[in-house]
C-alpha cells in the first residue's frame, strides 16, 4: 500500500493479468503475492518475479499452514501481502476465510485493488479472467485502507465485498 505500515490487498482473481504492471505505480516496498503451488502459478510466479514480485506458494487447500504463517511473517516484517480473494479455484468473487483471517491475525489494515481497460478480451474460465488489448487504456485504483480489528468473519467479508468491484 502507499502508506508506509504493512497491510493485505486483495483483487478479483479475474484481473490477474494486470498485477504485474501496477508494482511500481503503487509500491515502494516489498510484495508477496499468494500464488497456487499448480504448475500454472509456476508460471504466474516466475513472470512476477521478472517484476521484482515475491511469492508465497500455496493455497487454502495445499500448504495453508505455510502461506499463513509466511504472510504474517512478511506483514511483520513490513512487507504487504497481496491475495486474490476468490482464487485459485473459485467460486468467482467469493471472499476466502483466509483472506480475512490473515489480516485480521496480523492486525494490519486492507485496501481493495481494481483494474479496468477500454478493451479486453474475456476467457469463458471460471474467474472470467480479463486480458487487456494492446494499446488499451488501463485504470488501476487502489481504495483507501481499511481496518477488520473487531469484526467476525463474516462481517468482515461483508465490508471487503462492499468494496471489491462488482461486475
Known amino acids: 500500500m502507499r502508506q508506509k505500515e504493512p497491510?493485505?490487498?486483495l483483487f478479483w482473481h479475474e484481473y490477474l493479468a494486470f498485477m504485474p504492471f501496477t508494482y511500481k505505480k503503487y509500491w515502494q516496498k516489498r510484495i508477496f503475492v499468494i500464488i497456487s503451488d499448480h504448475k500454472d502459478g509456476e508460471i504466474i510466479a516466475r513472470v512476477n518475479r521478472r517484476f521484482g514480485i515475491n511469492a508465497l506458494r500455496g493455497s487454502s487447500s495445499k500448504n495453508a499452514v505455510r502461506v499463513f504463517v509466511g504472510a504474517?511473517?512478511?506483514l511483520k516484517?513490513?512487507?504487504?501481502?497481496i491475495i486474490t480473494p476468490d482464487g485459485p479455484r473459485g467460486p468467482r468473487h467469493f471472499i476466502s476465510d483466509g483472506s480475512v483471517t490473515?489480516?485480521?491475525k496480523a492486525g494490519v489494515k486492507v485496501a481493495?485493488?481494481?483494474?479496468s481497460a477500454s478493451k479486453f478480451w474475456r476467457f469463458k474460465s471460471w474467474d472470467k479472467m480479463i486480458l487487456?488489448?494492446?494499446f488499451s487504456r488501463v485504470t488501476y485504483t487502489l481504495s483507501e485502507p481499511?481496518?477488520?480489528a473487531g469484526l467476525d468473519i463474516n462481517e468482515a467479508k461483508k465490508l471487503i465485498a462492499s468494496?471489491?468491484?462488482k461486475d
Open 7 to 9: 497491510g493485505v490487498v
Open 72 to 74: 504474517l511473517r512478511e
Open 77 to 81: 516484517n513490513g512487507a504487504d501481502i
Open 102 to 104: 490473515i489480516a485480521q
Open 112 to 115: 481493495v485493488l481494481s483494474y
Open 132 to 134: 487487456p488489448k494492446p
Open 146 to 148: 481499511f481496518s477488520l
Open 163 to 165: 468494496k471489491m468491484p
